[in-house]
């Protein structure tokens, strides 16, 4: 029963560790591909009194 109990916490774990890769991943790619608006904003605004 104990071996039972930790295999399916060690599974939800490694399910849980993931998922979080996974979307830290997506979001790190779209943020290199297409960063964020505000910052180029900002620097145009700067260049362009």
Do not use: Q
């Amino acid at each position: 029963m104990l071996l039972l109990l930790s295999f399916g916490f060690l599974i939800v774990l490694a399910v849980l560790l993931l998922s979080i890769w996974s979307t830290v991943r997506a979001y790190n790619v779209k943020h290199t591909i297409d960063p964020p608006e505000d910052a180029s904003k900002g620097l145009t605004d700067k260049k362009d009194p």
